[in-house]
């Protein structure tokens, strides 16, 4: 093999050949070599989406027996076709959302433009970047029309030399090249906001002037700049800050807004809707206001529909919701929905013990009696905790449900023995890892579990040291607890009722 032959990735082929099977096309077919007899780049085609090569040299040494100059050919009229096919996929005819229908349809239209322009068909050239130009200028595809524009003013100017269409044209990029600036701006002030914010989690105050700063230098196009990137990372820019400050009443409020205004524009992808009504329902839910919150949960949930990656994450909410609210059934409805569902396995680890805690706050209820239920199996503590290696590689606050349900298991099972070691580890670890301001509510609860072994698990002996923690509790109301907000599936109140309910 050369050492000057950059290699491919196969996953990049594998990607590329499962997205043309799934728009039904198959590769290397057009309009002028249809039909045609079947060839080794039908067969390359074929193994890799059979998944039978780790890298082009197992291709290579499959189909020649060595890595020489005739793979590297096969590899570019592999490409070519691959390119020819995702060029006529024909996307009106999906199930696809208008917006995106109309962009393929604009690309593939200024794609063909640019080609006739640059073979010096300058007719046909204008009449595709015509085609473009007017749908780009509806829809609000700056990027496309950008390159429209220019086509087209290079026709009107240097060959036709009509003056005022000329200017015209030339005036309008300069407008366009404008918002496609802002466009970029707001992108990379997005992303400098997500990369920042995940490398200095810990800094809030400084973040929030950070943000700020980027919104700032923004907002004064928010009236004027009508595209729809502009607008998405902008407004996403100030919920952000919203969030990080707990700010949630108006979190609340300009999500709203973010809705009205999507919602105002038809044009605009239903998808992203579903990104300020996600803001909207994390505000509803830190607000309490779980029935708002629900519908519109069902609402991004009809638009993303299953395949989304975010169907998971609001599924989790709607759980949420139920498990705060004592609607166990409906949090049991979901909860069987989602780890029976065919992607489940695929969710990232951190994700699915998310489900997993779930599920052992959901089998403690139902083993305190709380909700009927057909299960007929008893949950089994050691098998979750070998099940949840993320969380427990915590030493913080993450570690918390966890550490909480062992617990609150071996008190309802009546495992005293097991339940005094295990709250006492707890203690050294609440000693050695938790900071008491990091995680209020939490370190009063476990404050309170401590008491249990101490009083020998008797009711009225317990109830008289926990005064002070239950105090500190309602000092500390659960939409009021910072971001450690989710570690409670049960509010900590709740959860001690049923804690005490178990004691003599």
């Known amino acids: 093999m050369s050492s000057n032959t950059e290699l491919v990735e196969m996953k990049i082929y594998k990607e590329i050949i499962d997205f043309l099977q799934s728009n039904m096309v198959h590769q290397g077919h057009s309009l002028i070599n249809r039909p045609r007899k079947r060839n080794l780049s039908d067969v390359l085609f074929e193994k890799i989406s059979n998944g039978e090569f780790k890298n082009e040299e197992e291709a290579a040494l499959e189909i020649y027996g060595t890595w020489d100059y005739r793979f590297r050919r096969l590899r570019g009229r592999f490409i070519d076709n691959i390119t020819t096919s995702i060029l006529g996929i024909d996307f009106k005819g999906q199930q696809t959302y208008k917006y995106s229908k109309n962009y393929y349809a604009c690309l593939r239209e200024i794609t063909v433009a640019k080609i006739l322009n640059g073979k010096t068909f300058y007719s046909s050239a204008v009449f595709f970047a015509k085609r473009c130009y007017d749908k780009s200028r509806q829809y609000g595809y700056y990027d496309l029309l950008f390159d429209s524009i220019r086509i087209l003013k290079a026709h009107y100017g240097t060959r036709l030399m009509m003056m005022k269409k000329y200017s015209s044209l030339k005036n309008e990029l300069e407008e366009v090249r404008e918002i496609l600036r802002l466009e970029d701006l707001a992108a990379s002030h997005y992303a400098d906001m997500i990369i920042h914010q995940k490398r200095n989690r810990h800094k809030i105050v400084g973040n929030v002037v950070l943000y700020q700063e980027y919104f700032d230098e923004l907002k004064p196009y928010l009236q004027s700049c009508n595209s729809f990137r502009f607008q998405l990372f902008t407004r996403t820019i100030r919920l952000n800050i919203y969030s990080i400050q707990h700010d949630f009443e108006k979190m609340l409020k300009y999500a709203k807004a973010d809705l009205d205004f999507y919602m105002s524009h038809s044009i605009f992808h239903p998808i992203h809707t579903t990104i300020f009504l996600t803001q909207k329902i994390t505000a509803c839910v830190r607000l309490g206001i779980y029935e708002e919150g629900l519908k519109d949960i ?207």
Not at 311 to 318: I, N, S, V
Not at 468 to 478: A, G, I, N, Q
């Open 298 to 504: 069902s609402t991004a949930l009809d638009i993303i529909g299953e395949k989304n990656v975010n169907w998971f994450p609001l599924k989790y909410k709607q759980f949420f919701i139920y498990m705060q609210s004592k609607r166990y059934a409906e949090a049991q409805r979901i909860y069987h929905e989602v780890i029976n569902h065919k992607r489940y396995k695929t969710l990232f680890p951190a994700m699915k013990e998310d489900w997993k805690v779930g599920g052992a706050y959901l089998n403690y209820v139902i083993e305190s009696g709380l909700l009927e239920t057909k299960q007929e199996f008893k949950f089994r503590l050691g098998k979750f905790l070998n099940s949840v290696p993320e969380y427990s590689k915590d030493r913080r606050v993450k570690n918390i449900p966890i550490l909480i349900a062992q617990i609150l298991f071996m008190i309802k099972r009546g495992q005293t023995n097991k339940a005094i070691d295990r709250i006492e580890s707890i203690q050294m670890y609440c000693y050695g890892n938790l900071r008491y301001n990091e995680a209020v509510r939490s370190n009063a609860f476990i404050r309170m579990l401590l008491e249990i072994p101490k009083r020998s698990f008797k009711k009225q002996p317990v109830l008289d040291r926990v005064g002070k923690y239950l105090k500190k509790l309602k000092e500390v109301p659960l939409h009021q607890s910072g971001k450690n907000f989710d570690l409670e599936l049960i509010p900590y109140e709740r959860l001690w009722e049923y804690v005490v309910s178990n004691l003599k």
